[in-house]
């Protein structure tokens, strides 16, 4: 089994950043609206969320730069600049690896703002 | 009976002002303190930003045209267009939200001496004290703190949602039908504030509003203990007619036969700031339009008007709701 997987063209890579935020969004804001709702039905404390939303973000962001790291890849390490304009698959394939990267990166910030909240928020608001 | 309808336009926009302070930028509470920091911090960062991209604008088009090098227009993309917004933004919403918990003190309300209950009402505001000694104390349209102590308000509403609102003291927090929200506030000057209903609740959203009155902690205990007992005028001839008319099915006057809990309660009227939920001076005259028209002044309101009351009732109505302080 290969770790990093090969390259393939789909225009789905595309997409990997901003559902790994969209997962992350999710978890993040469903988990400590449940546990701040039913915080006995949960049973712990406010650390173990704040300490499951770091989880959460870690994994995401993982996840995210590995996504940055193929689009990398995929634009050819940078190789060639963009725009990648010309009617041929090879410039097809570099403006896919080019944008996968941008919004890896933008994925990767939202992910860091939709977790903060929780580095300065110890209890829940009733 | 034509004085009592001389309401016109500019008596309106005077009625505004008559409730005193209402600008968030002059604080007189802990929390609105830091809402006021936090503002000029967001503007003269802001400021500073509109000011280099103009800069840097200008200077390319006036100054500097010649063409940029592609490796180094890159350069300045990348640092001016990602590196830098991206940790400003960080930094400004890192400050923001370090600021939260002290916005709403949670943990500190609960120990607070003083509960005021307050819930909203199409278009008044019922306020209740709970002081940690001595049974509840009910009042509308004007709510009283002591300076320096902590406050915790409990908001709740009877029919729509509301949003309570003291822009010197504090944030806003909504009144939710089948909620209780919690605010905690710390008045830090004494003063005479404006609060606002801050959720548009109806015809006469506009004219909801309250006086928020910050009094030295003395000053404020004896307040509270004169409020917790019937004004000494309330046996007062007025009274007679008040209830004649009806008023007391709807409104409460302690040391009265008034029981009413529809309509805000009287009980001590005459000591308030503004009356009509904010919006007018509390003179007779005023007192005296509001009975006589409510709907001029307040459309909407579930008050009806007594227009066909003898104008000498109303005056002497009037007369004695002001008189109890």
């Not at chain 2, 936090?38 to 503007?43: E, N």
């Not at chain 2, 007391?248 to 503004?274: E, K, N, Y």
Request: glycine share 8%; aromatic share 10%; net charge positive.
């Amino acid at each position: 089994m290969r770790l990093i997987p090969k390259q393939i063209e789909t225009l789905w890579t595309l997409f990997t950043a901003p559902v790994v935020w969209a997962a992350h969004f999710l978890v993040c804001y469903l988990g400590a609206a449940i546990y701040c709702a039913k915080p006995e039905l949960v049973g712990l404390s406010f650390s173990a969320v704040r300490a499951g939303i770091a989880a959460a973000t870690v994994i995401a962001l993982s996840l995210i730069a590995l996504s940055a790291w193929l689009a990398w890849r995929q634009w050819g390490f940078g190789t060639d600049d963009p725009p990648h304009d010309d009617p041929t698959r090879r410039d097809r394939t570099l403006f896919q690896g080019f944008a996968t990267l941008l919004l890896s990166g933008l994925s990767f910030i939202a992910v860091i703002f939709t977790a903060m909240p929780a580095l300065f928020l110890t209890e829940c608001i009733r | 009976m034509g004085q009592y309808f001389s309401l016109s336009a500019a008596s309106f926009l005077l009625a505004s002002g008559y409730a005193g302070a209402r600008s968030v930028l002059e604080p007189a509470g802990e929390e609105a303190q830091q809402i006021a920091v936090l503002f000029w911090v967001m503007l003269s960062g802001g400021a500073l930003i509109w000011l280099g991209v103009v800069g840097l604008l200008l200077h390319s088009a006036l100054f500097n045209r010649r063409r940029l090098a592609e490796k180094s227009a890159s350069r300045i993309i990348l640092w001016g267009g990602v590196v830098f917004p991206s940790v400003t933004l960080c930094a400004l919403l890192a400050y923001a939200l370090w600021l939260m918990p002290g916005l709403r003190p949670f943990a500190q309300a609960s120990s607070a001496a003083l509960r005021i209950e307050v819930t909203g009402r199409q278009f008044w505001w019922e306020v209740v004290y709970h002081p940690s000694q001595g049974p509840p104390v009910a009042s509308a349209n004007e709510i009283r703190l002591p300076v320096g102590e902590r406050v915790e308000l409990t908001l709740k509403s009877a029919d729509v949602i509301h949003s309570f609102w003291i822009p010197p003291l504090g944030g806003k927090m909504d009144m939710i039908p089948g909620r209780i929200n919690r605010l905690s506030l710390k008045a830090t000057k004494p003063g005479v504030f404006r609060g606002p209903c801050a959720e548009y609740c109806g015809t006469s959203h506009a004219l909801m509003a309250f006086s928020a009155v910050a009094m030295e902690p003395e000053a404020f205990r004896s307040w509270l203990a004169a409020q917790a007992i019937p004004a000494p005028s309330a046996g007062a001839s007025g009274s007679a007619l008040f209830l004649r008319h009806g008023c007391g099915s709807c409104h409460f006057v302690a040391g009265t036969d008034a029981r009413g809990t529809i309509g805000p309660d009287l009980s001590h009227l005459g000591s308030r700031v503004t009356v009509g939920a904010g919006i007018l001076p509390n003179t007779e005259d005023a007192v005296a339009r509001f009975i006589a028209r409510p709907e001029l002044i307040k459309p909407g309101s579930s008050m009806p008007a007594f227009d066909m009351l003898p104008p000498g009732d109303v005056r002497a109505i009037a007369a004695w709701l002001r008189g109890l302080q």
